[in-house]
């Protein structure tokens, strides 16, 4: 009899660890759900505020944007099928079904025009994707965003990270030598990369960039807003409409960028959180659910 009680007690012991433990893992992976929606926001921010021109070249960017975030995420230990939804799984399949590129003999067969506007319609799939993804996971959940504990970063990241800093920085000076339309898309997006990789790494980006290298990415993207303002309003320069229009947007996202820059170095995560919600509320209804 007293084995027999000390057997149900150990079954009983078993079961409460498994209980607890399971519990635990899915607290677990319920937080690094949170983290991989949290991280995707500005993703879907860039995807819904696409200015253009050049669709081509914007959905090229997306896309390895795209893919290096996803395997970030992958890299977030924990046992998938807790994951619900599964947030670097679903982004995986938006990567290969909007962005990858991989209807390339039928896209090789069009005209400029076409190609573009093929673009331009796979961004905004993915916009629509995306949007519809987080608000599975109810992105407009009540409460302060959750501050999450610095984690490991690749070395994909890092190199990405500093990479894209130095284009930007090089493309500003080819700017400021030579404001035209060309540099300054090609400059938007050089620093569109930076911002995005930056935000990945927000809550611990002081063991990969410097304060000088970031103070430099600031004055960068206000030299970009003024430049674009200066392009806009220039007499020798012939700036039709819709280049000023594009360079207003250009002017918009990086002033964007220049503000969650700011709420990073200064520490507010949350704010730069508000921030990206805000933009999301204001992106294009065709891009809301």
């Known amino acids: 009899m007293n084995n027999q009680k000390i057997a149900i007690g150990e079954i009983v012991v078993v079961f409460l660890a498994s209980v607890f433990l399971i519990t635990q893992i899915r607290k677990e992976a319920k937080r690094i759900a949170l983290r991989n929606v949290n991280d ?41 099928f807790l994951l619900s939804p599964n947030i670097a799984k679903e982004l995986g399949h938006i990567q290969k079904d909007c962005l990858s590129k991989e209807d390339v003999k039928i896209f090789v067969d069009r005209s400029e025009s076409k ?44 190199d990405a990270i500093r990479h894209s800093l130095k284009e ?28 995005v990789y930056f935000y990945l790494v927000r809550f ?13 990415f600031r004055t960068d993207l206000n030299g970009a807003i003024y430049h674009n303002q200066a392009l806009r309003n220039s007499d020798i320069v012939k700036i039709d409409e819709d280049k000023r229009s594009r360079l207003f947007l250009y002017s918009d996202n990086e002033l964007r960028y220049l503000r969650l820059l700011q709420t990073i170095m200064d520490n507010d995560i949350q704010q730069a959180h508000a921030l990206l919600q805000i933009m999301i509320a204001r992106a294009p209804l065709d891009a809301n659910p």
Do not use: C, W
């Open 40 to 80: 995707s926001l500005i993703l879907l921010v860039e995807l819904a505020t696409e200015p253009g021109e050049n669709y081509i070249q914007a959905e090229i960017t997306y896309g390895e944007m795209l893919r290096r975030y996803v395997r970030h995420m992958q890299g977030r230990e924990t046992p998938s």
């Open 115 to 158: 190609k573009q506007k093929l673009s331009q319609r796979r961004i905004k799939m993915a916009s629509r994707a995306i949007t519809k993804l987080l608000y599975s996971f109810k992105l407009s959940r009540e409460g302060p965003t959750p501050i999450f504990e610095p984690e490991a970063i690749s070395r994909e990241i890092e």
């Open 168 to 195: 930007a920085h090089e493309k500003a000076e080819i700017y400021t030598n030579n404001p035209n339309m060309v540099n300054a898309e090609t400059l938007y997006r050089a620093s569109q990369k930076a911002i």
């Open 204 to 216: 611990d980006y002081q063991k990969i960039i410097t304060q000088e290298k970031l103070k430099k």
